[in-house]
Structure formats: structure tokens, C-alpha cells
């Protein structure tokens, strides 16, 4: 079974420009997460997307970031303009169904903002 | 302070020995607990996954919690040079598809 694809791996862009992260869920996995990954720190979670519905955006920075799930499977998140404080790793991860709801995670996008 | 606390290392150890890691945390409505490792440069793999107080045994890897003094464990006994990585502990208040909160990660290294 495939994992979860992250594309790109690697991206280096200049301040101010747009990004865009693609992300590509386990099949049949219905809930999707967005997380940022400080170097030397844990995960913290962005989004988090049951089926195309965003259920908990809470912590997304809405005024630069954005993020969508069409057809409720691949997912996108979107940055712009890009600061040199969004330098990290951003990973995707989703999950099955109740009761079997482990997160299982992509190797993320590592993201150098010059 | 930090909802989940987590020494970041490093742990340096001789090929054999028993590793232990552990975290503490503050919110008392966790009640999901899960270890993960994290090799560099790759996303997390989940190795251990409690629900509640009490210990759990999956091959060489222990994990205990003790929700009273709110404080999670992980031991690799035997440890090998392939459990060189970062481990994180992670826990949520719902079920484990819910928003997890993780510590910063212990880096681990096992020495030959």
C-alpha cells in the first residue's frame, strides 16, 4: 500500500513569493491533516479536513494561508506571500475511518524561505 | 509553559542498552498517548499507541502512562544503531484521528 505522497520534497523561493504544497492521502483514508514542523520541534497542526469539509482550522494563519480538499481526497496548502519565518517542514498526514484513526504521515515539504 | 514537555536530548547510548524516554504534560483532558519516530528527514511513523493509564509492550518497545502524575514513558530494550532517530510523544484529548500535541522530540543515538 502506498503512503502518503508530499510534493514537492524540497522548495527554496524568495520572500514574498507564493508557495503551494500538494498532498495525496493514504486511499480510503477520509480525514487529512496539515502540520508544521519546526526545526527541533514537533508537529503542529495547521488544518485537519474530514472528507472536503475543514473542520478544524484553528491554528491556520488565514491572512497568508490557505488550504483546500476538492473531491475530498488530494489537498493543497497555499502560502502567500511566503516570510522568512514560514522556513520548515510542512507535513500532510491523514487516517481511516473510526475506530482505526491512526495518523500516518507523508515526509513532508521542506520549505527555505530566502 | 508547553502542553507537552519532552527532554530534546541528545541520548546517547551503547548498542544493547535500554533507552528510556519520557514526557510530561499539563492538560489533564488527554487521554490518548502515542509514541512516533521520526528519522531525519522523513515524517513521523507511529510505534506505540495507549489509551488511558497502564503499560503496553510491543516487541522490544515498552510504553507506560501514569495519568496521576501525568507523565509518559517509552523504553527500547536492545537497542540497535537502526533505533537512531528523534522520538516524539504525542497525546489528544479525543481519539488519535483528533489534533494531536506533540512534544519537540528526544534525539536518540545508539552508538556500535
Known amino acids: 500500500e502506498a503512503g502518503v505522497v508530499q510534493s514537492p520534497r524540497y522548495k527554496i523561493i524568495e520572500k514574498k513569493q507564493p508557495v503551494a504544497f500538494w498532498c495525496n492521502p493514504i486511499?480510503?483514508?477520509?480525514?487529512l491533516y496539515w502540520y508544521l514542523q519546526n526545526l527541533g520541534q514537533g508537529p503542529e497542526l495547521l488544518i485537519r479536513?474530514?472528507?472536503?469539509?475543514?473542520?478544524?482550522d484553528s491554528q491556520l494563519p488565514k491572512d497568508r494561508f490557505s488550504a483546500e480538499r476538492l473531491k475530498g481526497v488530494d489537498s493543497t496548502l497555499k502560502i502567500q506571500p511566503a516570510e522568512l519565518g514560514d522556513s520548515a517542514v510542512y507535513l500532510c498526514?491523514?487516517?481511516?475511518?473510526?475506530?482505526?484513526?491512526?495518523?500516518?504521515f507523508g515526509p513532508g515539504t521542506r520549505l527555505t524561505v530566502l | 509553559q508547553k502542553e507537552v514537555e519532552q527532554d530534546p536530548g541528545p541520548l546517547s547510548v551503547p548498542e544493547g542498552a535500554i533507552v528510556s524516554l519520557n514526557c510530561t504534560y499539563s492538560?489533564?483532558?488527554?487521554?490518548?498517548f502515542m509514541w512516533y519516530r521520526q528519522y531525519s528527514r522523513k515524517g513521523p511513523e507511529l510505534l506505540m499507541y495507549?489509551?488511558?493509564?497502564g503499560n503496553k509492550e510491543d516487541g522490544r518497545f515498552t510504553a507506560q502512562v501514569d495519568k496521576s502524575s501525568k507523565y509518559i514513558s517509552l523504553f527500547i530494550r536492545d537497542s540497535q544503531p537502526s533505533d537512531s532517530a528523534t522520538y516524539l510523544c504525542?497525546?489528544?484529548?479525543?481519539?488519535?484521528?483528533?489534533?494531536?500535541?506533540f512534544g519537540g522530540g528526544t534525539r536518540v543515538l545508539v552508538k556500535p
Open positions: 498526514a491523514s487516517s481511516p475511518p473510526y475506530p482505526d484513526d491512526t495518523q500516518y
Open positions: 486511499s480510503g483514508h477520509n480525514t
Open positions: 479536513y474530514e472528507n472536503e469539509e475543514a473542520v478544524d
Open positions: 492538560n489533564s483532558a488527554f487521554q490518548y
Open positions: 495507549t489509551y488511558s493509564s
Open positions: 504525542a497525546m489528544s484529548a479525543g481519539a488519535a484521528g483528533n489534533k494531536l500535541t
